[in-house]
Nanobody, 120 residues
Framework: VQLQASGGGLVQAGGSLRLSCAAS????????MGWFRQAPGKEREFVAT????????SYADSVKGRFTISRDNAKNTVYLQMHSLKPEDTAVYYC??????????????WGQGTLVTVSS
């Protein structure tokens, strides 16, 4: 599975962005999909995950209520809708494919990352 993340950019605090992650291959629908992020000088951290069917989701406490993960298996794409963005959300955001979980080790395939910058 090859993953291509897009949609990052510069946004003011309080604004919104939607990230997309397009996957190649016919097996997309068999994978759970996750979003992780890495802020400057920090380790990569879990953001959100969605099960292969879309029936289950999980979020980091820091984004709960502000971010929504969704997927369109017909389009081989997973999304991360981000609202009420804060400067601390500034990071490179990565999508990943694997099994449902919050640990990096749950995911076998990673996209290249897309930069989100939130100005105060």
């Amino acid at each position: 599975v090859q993953l291509q993340a897009s949609g990052g950019g510069l946004v003011q605090a309080g604004g919104s962005l939607r990230l997309s992650c397009a996957a190649s291959g016919r097996t997309f629908r068999s994978y759970s999909m996750g979003w992780f992020r890495q802020a400057p000088g920090k380790e990569r951290e879990f953001v959100a995950t969605i099960a292969s069917s879309g029936a289950s989701t999980s979020y980091a406490d820091s984004v709960k209520g502000r971010f929504t993960i969704s997927r369109d298996n017909a389009k081989n794409t997973v999304y991360l809708q981000m609202h009420s963005l804060k400067p601390e959300d500034t990071a490179v955001y990565y999508c990943a494919a694997g099994i449902f979980g919050t640990a990096e080790g749950s995911y076998d395939y990673w996209g290249q990352g897309t930069l989100v910058t939130v100005s105060s």
